[in-house]
Structure formats: C-alpha cells, structure tokens
C-alpha cells in the first residue's frame, strides 16, 4: 500500500496515542523522567529499525517486567532526594548490563540458527502464548475503561461505549483514508463526550514546560555517568532473561499480523540485538528498558497498515513529545475511559491474533497433547501474575507459561492427529 505524507503522519500520531499511556505509567510509577522516557521510547525505535533491515513495524516503549527492579533499587527516593541521582546512576548501569545481556543472546541465535529457536517454539507454544499476552492486559483495560478514580462510574462506561462504537462503525462501514483512522476518530470522539462530564483534567499541560530539556533536573538525570553496582544489577539484569522470551512471543505475534515471518528476515538476532541496544541506549541517558509494544502491534491489526515507515514517524513524534512538554502533557491529559476503550479493541486484537495462529495451522484439539499444552500455557500465563525468585528478582507469569509449554513441546510425543487433516 502506497500511503502519502498525510496519512503517514496521521497513522504514525495513532500509533503515538496507543502507546503514550502505557509509556508514560513507568516513569510515573518509577521516578524516572516521562520526558527522557518518551525521548528513549522514540530514539530506541529508531535505532530498532536501523538493526532490523527497517523491515519490522514494532515501537518500543516503557517495559513494566523491570519496574520491580528498578523500584528495589531506588525503593522511596524521588528527583531532589539527596540520593536520588546516585540510585539513578545505578539504575543507568544495571539496564546497559540488561542490553548487553540481549546482545549476548542475539549473537548466540545468529551461530546456532534460528531454526533451533523455531524448534522450541511450535505453534502449540507460540499461539495460546500470544493469547495470554493480549488477555493478561484485559484487567489494565477494563478497570481504565469502566472506572475512575477507583470506583466503578456510568459515566465512564457510557464514554468507552462511544469509543467502542466509533472504533467499530469505522473500522466496518468507513472507506477510504478514514478507514485508516478508527482510534484517531475514536479518541477524539471519546475526548469531546469527556468535556461536559468533567473528566478532563489540563493539570499536565499546565506544569508541563514548553521545552523539557531545558529543565535542569532533566539534564541532570541524563548527564549523571552509569555506576555498576553488583546489587542494581542483580535486581535488575536477570530480568532480560525473562523478556527475552516476551520479546519472541511479541515478534512472533507482529509476524502473525503482518503475514510475514520477521524470525526470518531480518531474523529474531536482529530484532533482539535492536531491542537490547534501545534498552541499553535508555539505560545511559536515564530511561526505563525498552521493550516491544503489543499495544502497536493491535493498531497494526486494527489499520491493517503494516508500512514500518509508519511507526518511524510515530517514533519522531514521540521524541518531539518528550522535547515539548506541553504537547506531551496534552496527551497525558487524555481521559483513562477513552484509552481504556481503545485498549479492550488493542488487547482484544492481540489475543485473537494468537487464535488465529491455532486455526491457521490446523491444530487438532481433540488431541490430549495440544490440550494439555494449550490449557497448561493459559492458565500459567493468566492465574499467575509473578513468581518471586529472590526478593528483587520475579519471574513473570508470560514467561513462566512460555516456558512451561516449551518443555512439554519438546518432551510430549506428537501423535498423528496433532494436525487436522486438509480439506480436499
């Protein structure tokens, strides 16, 4: 699909609105700056792109598998804290050790081939494991799209049935560039009906500055030099482990989107050597790790626009956000029922992409095994938020059902009628 100009800059502002909230809770959450956060979140994708060939319409944004660690490791102290910028250079250390640790791994796949990597993940793995990652972020979606300020509201509800009706009439019976635009529209619609229910609040666009960098605090964050202390980086680095293996399901479920097979060409080495260079990169100029976003990859399921090109403007957009405050406190001024509405068509799309995969390979679940492996995968993955490993380190719930069916893929016999016989 040829697209012009203007549309690219209008997908690439939709890909920049599903991402912002996610990207911007982990510095909140964190202590970290949204600022340099937002800045890393575009500079990371660029240099993803740079890696992958620019053949992969991933963006990459905040990464919540760290946020334990880097909690552990700055625990109450915020910006003005004597100690604050001491744990941040500590924090900056430990998430370049994490990159490298993905830099390592990439080099390992591309000697041994990726077909030993496709070997441990068979699409009995790989479906229902892209499954849990859509649904395991359906609560995040529910309670923004149904509550506010922590009680369960009508209103708010009534404002996601608008934005779920816009995504769905556009998405349906709209034609032409408009069919492009059903989060766009959805978002704008869902942010007029806010306004006489006194939902909006410009508190963000009012303390944002016109020129984030200009802050001294932001500056001092980024000019502070990376320390690497051995208890930063074991709370810290060991979680690359973890999300290398989200980063495969993620990679995997673009693919499944795109219809091309990304583990091939450019190949999982380069998607995972572009991730842990953007979360090293993030690491020196003070961000949180960067990560694979399936909030895009709905997007791209939803516009069925796959252009890479796309997620680069997005990219540069959210570099400027994280340059100019008030435009980034503009979006952070977004309602949470609106992006709560965007996200339960997002989530949902990643999470019927996994179903697809089951279907489009013919899987037979009358089989005891692909029952077993399947069923086993979904429950780890959704029952089980995190597995505390040491008391900085957990395992997530994604990844220990990955794991889970990886091994018994690998030690279960695959009967004859694992795979449903082809239609004459």
Do not use: W
């Not at 229902?128 to 799209?145: C, F, H, Q």
Request: with cysteine; aromatic share 8%.
């Amino acid at each position: 699909m040829n697209l012009s100009a203007k549309k690219k800059l209008i997908l690439g502002i939709q890909h920049v609105l599903a991402m912002f909230g996610a990207t911007v809770l982990v510095p909140a959450l964190t202590g970290l700056s949204t600022s340099i956060t937002l800045f890393c979140a575009g500079l990371g994708t660029l240099l993803f792109h740079l890696v992958t060939k620019r053949k992969v319409p991933v963006f990459l944004g905040s990464s919540f598998a760290f946020m334990g660690g880097i909690i552990a490791v700055i625990g109450d102290s915020r910006l003005g804290d004597p100690d604050f910028i001491d744990k941040l250079s500590a924090v900056k250390g430990a998430l370049i050790v994490a990159g490298l640790i993905y830099v390592l791994f990439s080099i390992l796949i591309k000697l041994v081939g990726y077909e030993k990597v496709n070997k441990l993940l068979p699409p009995i793995v790989t479906g229902p494991v892209i499954i849990v990652i859509g649904l395991r972020l359906s609560s995040t979606a529910i309670n923004s799209a149904f509550y506010y300020n922590g009680a369960f509201s009508l209103k708010a509800v009534f404002v996601t049935v608008v934005v779920l009706a816009v995504v769905i009439a556009i998405s349906v019976f709209a034609r032409g560039i408009y069919n492009l635009m059903p989060i766009l529209f959805a978002i704008i619609a869902g942010y007029l009906v806010c306004i006489p229910m006194g939902f909006l609040d410009f508190t963000p666009v009012q303390q944002a500055h016109f020129f984030s960098f200009m802050d001294k605090d932001i500056i001092a964050q980024i000019l502070a030099l990376p320390t690497f202390k051995a208890d930063a980086i074991l709370a810290i680095a060991p979680i690359a482990l973890v999300t290398l293996i989200e980063h495969v399901g993620d990679i995997t479920t673009n693919s499944a989107v795109v219809g091309k097979n990304f583990m091939i060409e450019p190949g999982i080495h380069r998607t995972i050597l572009g991730d842990g260079l953007a979360t090293a990169l993030a690491g020196f100029l003070g961000g949180p790790a960067n990560t694979t976003y399936g909030e895009n990859t709905g997007v791209l399921a939803v516009t069925k626009v796959y252009d890479p090109s796309v997620i680069r403007v997005a990219a540069v957009f959210a570099m400027l956000l994280g340059i100019l405050g008030k435009f980034g406190g503009l979006i952070s001024s977004i309602p949470g029922p609106v992006s709560g509405g965007i996200s339960i068509v997002l989530y949902g799309m990643i999470a019927s992409v996994g179903v697809r995969i089951l279907i489009n390979n013919r899987l037979n679940f009358g089989n005891s095994r692909n029952l077993m492996i399947a069923s086993i995968i979904v429950v780890l993955g959704i029952g089980c938020d995190s597995i505390p490993v040491t008391s900085t380190v957990t395992i997530s719930g994604l990844a220990l059902a990955a794991v889970v069916g990886m091994i018994l893929a690998a030690v279960l016999p695959e009967g004859h009628d694992s795979v449903l016989p082809r239609e004459e």
